[in-house]
C-alpha cells in the first residue's frame, strides 16, 4: 500500500503565476487534508475534504486558494495569481475514518 | 496564544542523553500526536495517543489528560534522532491544532 503522495515536490512560479499542487491519498482513504508550513513557522491547517465536498475551509485564505476532491483522481491545491508570501511547503495528509492522519512527503513552493 | 505549545524550541544533547520534549495544550482533545520532521523531508507521525503511555524502540510517549501535558521521550539518543519533533492535538473533529516543534540536534 503506498503512501500519501504529493507532486510536484519542489515548484518554482513566478509572481502572478497559479500553482497547481496534488495529492493522491493511501487507498481506502478518502479524506484529504491540506497543511501548509511557512518558513521558520509551525504547520497550519488550510482544508478538509472528503470525496467531492469541502468539509472545513476555515484555514484557507479568502482569496486566490482552492481545493477539490473530485470522484476520481488526487486532490489538488490551487493557488492562483501567487505572491511571494505564498513559498511554503504545502503538506497533505490522508486518513480512513480515525484521527489518525498520514502525511505526504509535502510540496515545497518557491515564488520568484 | 497557541493551542498547543512545545518546550523547548531548540534542544542540544550528546550522543546517548535521555531526551525529553514537552507539550502542553489548552483545547479539549479526542487525540494527541507526536510528528518527525526531518530537515528537508516530509513529516513521520510517531504516535497518536489519547490516555496513558505508549513505547516505540527507544521512544516513549506519556500523556497525562487531567493536566493537559504529554512527554516525548528518546532513550539513548543517537545522532539520526535529530529532526523537528511536533506535537499536534485533534478535538474531535478532523482539524490538527500543531505545536511550533522542537528542533532537536544530537552531537556525537
Known amino acids: 500500500n503506498a503512501g500519501v503522495m504529493q507532486n510536484p515536490r519542489h515548484l518554482v512560479r513566478r509572481r502572478g503565476q497559479e500553482a497547481r499542487l496534488r495529492c493522491s491519498p493511501m487507498?481506502?482513504?478518502?479524506?484529504v487534508y491540506w497543511y501548509r508550513q511557512l518558513p521558520e513557522e509551525g504547520l497550519k491547517f488550510m482544508v478538509y475534504?472528503?470525496?467531492?465536498?469541502?468539509?472545513?475551509e476555515s484555514g484557507m485564505p479568502k482569496e486566490r486558494f482552492s481545493a477539490e476532491f473530485p470522484k476520481e483522481g488526487p486532490s489538488i491545491l490551487r493557488i492562483q495569481q501567487v505572491v511571494r508570501g505564498d513559498s511554503a511547503a504545502y503538506f497533505c495528509?490522508?486518513?480512513?475514518?480515525?484521527?489518525?492522519?498520514?502525511f505526504g512527503p509535502g510540496t515545497r513552493l518557491t515564488v520568484l | 496564544k497557541n493551542e498547543v505549545e512545545q518546550s523547548p524550541q531548540n534542544l542540544t544533547a550528546q550522543e546517548g542523553e535521555f531526551i525529553t520534549i514537552n507539550c502542553s495544550y489548552s483545547?479539549?482533545?479526542?487525540?494527541l500526536h507526536w510528528l518527525q520532521q526531518h530537515p528537508g523531508g516530509g513529516i513521520v507521525s510517531l504516535f497518536m495517543?489519547?490516555?496513558g503511555k505508549k513505547k516505540h524502540g527507544r521512544l516513549i510517549a506519556t500523556i497525562n489528560i487531567q493536566e493537559k501535558h504529554s512527554s516525548l521521550h528518546i532513550t539513548a539518543s543517537h545522532p539520526r534522532d535529530s529532526a523537528v519533533y511536533i506535537c499536534?492535538?485533534?478535538?474531535?473533529?478532523?482539524?490538527?491544532?500543531f505545536g511550533t516543534g522542537t528542533s532537536l540536534t544530537v552531537i556525537p
Open positions: 487507498k481506502g482513504h478518502s479524506h
Open positions: 495517543l489519547s490516555s
Open positions: 499536534a492535538v485533534t478535538e474531535g473533529g478532523n482539524q490538527f491544532y
Open positions: 483545547v479539549g482533545i479526542s487525540a
Open positions: 495528509a490522508s486518513s480512513p475514518m480515525t484521527d489518525t492522519q498520514y
Open positions: 475534504l472528503q470525496k467531492e465536498n469541502i468539509i472545513d
